[in-house]
């Protein structure tokens, strides 16, 4: 899981080529202005018998030299500001890492992948059956669910806020949220359906769930569509 930080890396790098390449030119900009200055030297000492067009030209050089140590102020303030927006955005990416791969949160997936049944489609009363018997008979289940669901609702949460650059982490995460979602989706909407006084329950990880299959379906068209969960694999 290490693509979105690459891309941070790979958008830093091209971030500090421009900023060096605008740095390089505010750079020229002062030195040629100085140069010109001191060519100049001579007559300015002797501002009696300057003309007008001469004082255009030096107004409009001292225009030059402060517009560059103004962009120079600029572009330092810009360094700063995306360096710090780099950095914070290295610490989300860092934070979903660490908290995907606790080992809670990857028992909890494996106890989903391969020993929560699938909910049946179609029937609506062999779904709903299938659904409260798990949520009725399985104290184990219903703990492992949560303990997904609370992740994943806290992820959507994050690329809610727009604190990261949502595209790269919905797809990121949508491996992990498309293939658990098949297991968790129909048990998360039938409790939705059967509490009207929390419109907003889960919300978030719902609409996570939504935007990581529209992610794999625009990206991957071509992928086998059906999940598999068997204990041989990791």
Avoid at 24 to 53: E, H, K, W
Avoid at 77 to 84: C, G, H, K, R
Avoid at 117 to 136: F, K, N, Q, V, Y
Avoid at 204 to 223: E, Y
Wanted: aromatic share 8%; hydrophobic share 45%; proline share 4%.
């Amino acid at each position: 899981m290490a693509r979105p930080r690459d891309r941070v890396l790979h958008l830093r790098f091209l971030k500090r080529r421009s900023i060096g390449a605008l740095m390089g030119i505010i750079i020229l900009m002062v030195i040629a202005s100085v140069v010109i200055l001191i060519a100049l030297a001579p007559t300015l000492l002797d501002a009696a018998s300057l003309t007008d067009q001469q004082w255009s030209g030096l107004s409009a050089l001292i225009s030059v030299i402060t517009l560059a140590f103004a962009l120079g102020a600029g572009v330092t303030v810009l360094l700063q500001i995306s360096e710090a927006n780099d950095s914070r955005n290295l610490g989300i990416y860092r934070d979903i890492y660490e908290k995907m791969m606790c080992l809670e949160q990857i028992e909890a997936r494996r106890f989903v992948y391969q020993q929560l049944p699938t909910i049946p489609e179609g029937d609506t009363d062999a779904r709903d059956a299938a659904i409260r018997a798990i949520l009725d008979g399985d104290e184990e289940a219903r703990r492992n669910i949560k303990e997904v669901l609370n992740l994943i609702d806290y992820f959507g949460f994050l690329v809610e806020q727009d604190w990261v650059t949502s595209d790269d982490v919905v797809g990121w995460l949508s491996p992990v949220v498309v293939k658990v979602w098949k297991k968790i989706g129909p048990i998360v909407e039938y409790e939705r359906s059967h509490r009207p006084e929390e419109p907003d329950y889960y919300l978030s990880a719902v609409n996570l769930a939504k935007k990581c299959a529209v992610w794999r379906d625009k990206n991957h068209p071509d992928r086998e569509r059906q999940i598999g969960f068997t204990q041989s694999r990791l």
